[in-house]
T-cell receptor, first 113, second 116 residues
Framework: DGGITQSPKYLFRKEGQNVTLSCEQN?????MYWYRQDPGQGLRLIYY???????QKGDIAEGYSVSREKKESFPLTVTSAQKNPTAFYLC????????????FGPGTRLTVT | AQSVAQPEDQVNVAEGNPLTVKCTYS??????LFWYVQYPNRGLQFLLK??????LVKGSYGFEAEFNKSQTSFHLKKPSALVSDSALYFC??????????????FGSGTRLLVRP
């Protein structure tokens, strides 16, 4: 998990509230990613960003939003439009065009009731 | 469509025995393949990758993986399992479609249980 921090580790929210998950990296990586992990379903890509001020929707972007104003930061907002927000959220980063492996943060477990 | 399959939800092995966790893939072009491990309530840790070259790739913690192009497989192996190897293992392949080349496609994961 070194180099990528996610906070908080556990987050509880009431239905209808927006919530922002933090992701910071000090690896000087260009690309950053957000994944959602549900039991038995592996990882699903929510959003990714290849460079600052640019990001792309992943496979399950509906109900989520992101920003990439700084190279080291890629916060994810889970909006009230997300139907089933309770999940384990993982942030990752990768160096760039020729280095493909991604490095992951420790994750945030979000519970919405 | 590009995809990764991990056909076993769980693999059980006795400590000291060899282990294999299976992965098959379907991509266009040359495959770039990865293995990750996840311990409970933690992020994924990178184990090893195949980009090009020798079909047998060595990685962290004594793990290795064998790339087989004809069988489109990339199985993870270890000669002698440890109880501490018990975890969730993910295979991944780089998405080779156009602008998506930063993306990885992950399998559904295989839980490895090593019995003492």
């Amino acid at each position: 998990d070194g180099g990528i921090t996610q906070s908080p580790k556990y987050l509880f929210r009431k239905e209808g509230q927006n919530v922002t998950l933090s992701c910071e990296q000090n690896l000087n990586h260009d690309a950053m990613y957000w994944y959602r992990q549900d039991p038995g379903q592996g990882l699903r890509l929510i959003y990714y960003s290849q460079i600052v001020n640019d990001f792309q929707k992943g496979d399950i972007a509906e109900g989520y939003s992101v920003s990439r104003e700084k190279k080291e930061s890629f916060p994810l907002t889970v909006t009230s439009a997300q139907k089933n927000p309770t999940a384990f959220y993982l942030c990752a980063s990768s160096e760039g065009w020729t280095v493909y492996e991604q490095y992951f943060g420790p994750g945030t477990r979000l519970t919405v009731t | 469509a590009q995809s990764v399959a991990q056909p076993e939800d769980q693999v059980n092995v006795a400590e000291g025995n060899p282990l294999t966790v299976k992965c098959t893939y379907s991509v266009s072009g040359n495959p770039y393949l990865f293995w990750y491990v996840q311990y409970p309530n933690r992020g994924l840790q990178f184990l090893l990758k195949y980009i090009t070259g020798d079909n047998l790739v060595k990685g962290s913690y004594g793990f290795e993986a064998e790339f087989n192009k004809s069988q489109t497989s990339f199985h993870l192996k270890k000669p002698s399992a440890l109880v501490s190897d018990s975890a969730l293992y993910f295979c991944a392949v780089r998405d080779n479609t156009g602008q998506s080349s930063y993306k990885l496609i992950f399998g559904s994961g295989t839980r490895l249980l090593v019995r003492p």
